[in-house]
């Protein structure tokens, strides 16, 4: 496989990874609505919960994310994306001073655990 295609399969799984957590949490207050079960899963929920302080986390610690290390290692100094490659870095990565993610991360992180405390998550009887 070549360093390009894996390069847009890291992107994917990236751009999964935040579907996952932006998703994740409006489908879980549209299950909260609906009394859907998936919505109080504790798998999903603790997942979902860590994957988002995950981020926030690594934001906060001036970490670097390692898929995207990874991605750019891949590419090499002269990227050569693809189209959807192209489409897809563009919604993923904006350009703003790192305290604009900081906020955003940690804000959606409280968000994710305020909805967390208001309907816990809770075991199939």
Do not use: N
Not at 27 to 43: M, Q, S, T
Not at 76 to 104: C, I, K, N, Y
């Amino acid at each position: 496989m070549s360093a390009r295609l894996l390069a847009d399969a890291v992107l994917a799984v990236h751009a999964a990874f935040v579907l996952f957590v932006v998703g994740g949490l409006a489908a879980i207050w549209w299950g909260i609505a609906k009394g859907r079960r998936f919505a109080f899963d504790p798998w999903f929920r603790s997942l979902h919960l860590a994957a988002i302080a995950y981020v926030a986390a690594e934001s906060l610690f001036g970490s670097p994310c390692p898929l995207t290390e990874w991605e750019d290692a891949l590419r090499g100094a002269h990227p050569a994306e693809g189209f959807v490659a192209r489409w897809v870095h563009s919604v993923l990565f904006w350009t703003a001073p790192p305290w604009v993610f900081d906020a955003m991360y940690v804000g959606f992180a409280l968000l994710v655990a305020a909805t967390w405390w208001r309907h816990p998550p809770r075991r199939r009887r």
